[in-house]
């Protein structure tokens, strides 16, 4: 069994992962028809075999004229010129005759009948002629070597004669998925199958990096079948990819395989997610070992893989773009590892805050959500709130600036919100979620992290909603767009087993909570205390989810007997639900945002009818009020 040799810092295992397959077989090199070099990479240098254009020819529709005989014209002395003797007609692209030296536009000529023409301003010699050569020269370089091939290049090349281009063959990256557990996506899955897709992944990011992807069929964990597999790979790709069993358990072989077929260079990187990367070669090809988890697997291949294949196709690793944004949150980090953090960007008030999402390996949708990666040093054991940090880019600046961030409480309806406004706006407008429940929410707002926050906070005072929070902890100017009235009530599994009916019945059964600050645990405090019930006497009341529907599938999945949720989140799961009460689900904003172009897009979307009747089909909602804004005031409110 494999072990690790090296805690190695990624710049210092990339320098000597690279210097080691300097000596491994090169790319070969193929002759191919112009039509077919698009983005491959240039071998040696493309000269002209012919000059472009290989004859003078005129640039315009017109005459041809010797212009030593148009000198005199001028406005006060009008020159008349005779055809086939003074001048002959020319269109775009024709050749010059060698007696004529100049071309007149037909828009400058007075008059034209009888193959006689007037005109009234001299011509500049070579003027409006192409030139022979004028592009490029017969023997001149089109292309250097090395050059990835662009379809300007392709269309010079044609234009000098070019027929066929020396280039690198195709760098072909296989990919080799193992795991008794996965399964291909058109099969059904059972418990305890995973549905392969890093494949697919892999494939998305090799395409990018110009190599061509070869997917392998899953290999079971079996030595031999894994061996095998490598072995047929490393026949008819450049490169092989192991996805998975690079770690140290019972059936992790790849590290055992690689050093029987070639040779391990560095088994485990000081990054985190990523660590059990392997890398070595096999065959006179570099082989790495990829970790299973989606984004462990993904930080290898964008700081690892990519460099690897330029390396070996002569291509130069660009830095990714960024931006520098400001931290809404400490982020905390170990000293072993230079950490990758995603994180959402968003442009507020002309300041770019980048918010850290969900850091766990195997979360592949963090990759979907996010906008940027931040690198924490190893060394570092984190880094404060307000602090100034580089976010590599994953999403275009542009879409970034075009995107309403929200911060705050969890519902289906910001789902739909998301979708219309997109189409509403025709791309124009989108919208990007954080689901931190709504007291951070409201925080956040405080500290100009975004441009909107949902929130629905409980007063246990005067049982109402929402205002008392914003004047407590907001001094400035607000406003809040009515959204939602909604349900809230348990979720309990189909036909209540437990006959659960209140909240006093919860003391005997296994709880499931919503995280603190979110209204509904909020909502769920104040029931046990008005029914003076300990937090300690709720089995699972520590146990907590971030959303509505992850905590209703849960409770379908039997993890839990109940939980506090909205009505719309039992139907998708097909819950029973024990009503408790209608609340308040609205969105908070400044009153400036509110002028905003977003926000128009915002209520435009919040009082479309489809919008509203998409809403009332999920169930549990209360539209009346919806789209009214109420503005508060530092000291007073009133209502719009």
Known sequence: MGRYLTNIALDDGLKQYLKEIESLKQLETEHVEIEKCLNKTSCDAVYAKLSSPFYNCSAMDGVAVKAESTFMANEQNIITLKENEDYVEVDTGDPIPKEFDAVIMVEDLLEKENGIIKIYKPAIPWQHIRCLGEDVVETEMIIPSFHKIRPQDIGAMISAKVDKVKVFKEFKVGIIPTGTELIDRHKTPKVGDIIEFNSRLFEGLLLGYGAVPIIYPIVEDN?????NSVLNALNECDMVLINAGSSQGREDFTYDIIDEIGKVIIHGLAIKPGKPAILGHGHNKPIVGIPGYPVSAWVVLENIVKPVINKLTYKETKENPYIKATLSKRVMSSLKHEEFVRVKIGNIDGNYIATPIKRGAGTVTSLVNADGVIRIPQNVEGIDEGSKVKVEL???ISEINKTIVSIGSHDIVMDLINDELTKKSFGKVKLSSTHVGSFQGILSMKKGECH??????FDVENESYNESYIRKYIHEDMALIKLVKRTQG????KGNPLNIRNVSDLVNVRYINRQKGSGTRILFDYLLEKENIKKSDINGYERQEFTHMSLAKAIQNGDADCGLGVYSAAKVFDLDFIPICEEEYDLLMKVKTLE????????????????????RKLGGYNLEDSGKIIKYEVEFSNQC
């Open 223 to 227: 030595y031999d079948k894994i061996k």
């Open 394 to 396: 994953l999403n275009d």
């Open 452 to 457: 909107i926050s949902p929130i629905h906070l």
């Open 490 to 493: 348990f979720m309990v599994k």
């Open 596 to 615: 905003s172009d977003f926000i128009k897009f915002l209520l435009q979307t919040i009082n479309d009818d489809l919008f509203k009747e998409m809403v």
